[in-house]
């Protein structure tokens, strides 16, 4: 995925993809429903093949963090710390190519921010099966890549665009598709398709 590129061809990728015999979750605005099974980002699966040991599956059980005062403290530290050392620079600028996902040493895009901030914090103990890899549409309709955390009272966005940490219902993106909790290879669809071929976005 390209970060600030207009993302119809994702949009309807995810869409296409979708198997809407999803299991039960949590209900309530604060989480962000899933519809079914979607295609990872391109980007991804290469980085993948690039770092297997990044993309292991973590099991079946797996419950969203329950999170204490020093566990959002810590979010709002990794959050706001990646985003004042990495400069925003494209993939074609800083690598010559469309896409690449890679952690940053001082630059990169949307999915370079989040792939550092989720190392960053599983070496301080988050369970990485919390910590999800998301693609959005952004309020111009471009596509956007963003961190999830998901806790038992809902689920929180880290955004290299900002240091607050938001709710997801809060952040004015459309959410397209996240990271199985269970497996990181695994792709869930956040917008399913009505019977009447219309679109339907998490929590609408």
């Known amino acids: 995925m390209k970060c ?7 949009l309807l990728a ?28 391109v980007g991804f699966v290469k980085f993948c093949a690039s770092n297997p040991e990044e993309c292991r599956s973590v099991g079946r059980n797996i419950k969203r963090m ?24 494209s993939d074609m600028d800083l690598y010559g190519v469309e896409e690449r996902w890679a952690y940053p040493k001082d630059a990169g895009d949307c999915e370079d921010y989040l792939l550092l901030k989720k190392r960053e914090l599983e070496k301080l103990g988050f ?10 549409l952004d309020e ?19 955004d290299n665009r900002r240091n607050d940490i938001l ?28 019977s009447d071929g219309t679109l339907v976005s998490s929590g609408n």
């Open 14 to 41: 995810v869409i296409g993809a979708t198997d809407v015999s999803a299991a039960k979750q949590l209900e309530g605005p604060e989480f962000a429903n899933e519809f079914g099974q979607s295609l990872p980002p």
């Open 167 to 194: 709710l997801w219902k809060d952040t004015g993106y459309t959410f397209l598709k996240r990271q199985s909790p269970h497996d990181p290879r695994r792709w869930m669809a956040l917008t399913g398709a009505k």
């Open 140 to 158: 111009k309709n471009d596509g956007h890549a963003v961190l999830t955390v998901a806790t038992e009272k809902g689920d929180y966005v880290l």
């Open 127 to 136: 369970h990485s099966g919390s910590l999800l890899i998301t693609v959005v």
């Open 4 to 10: 600030g590129a207009f993302a119809i061809g994702l």
């Open 66 to 89: 329950s999170m204490t005062p020093e566990d959002w403290n810590t979010l709002f530290q990794i959050n706001r710390a990646v985003n004042v050392a990495v400069k925003p620079v």
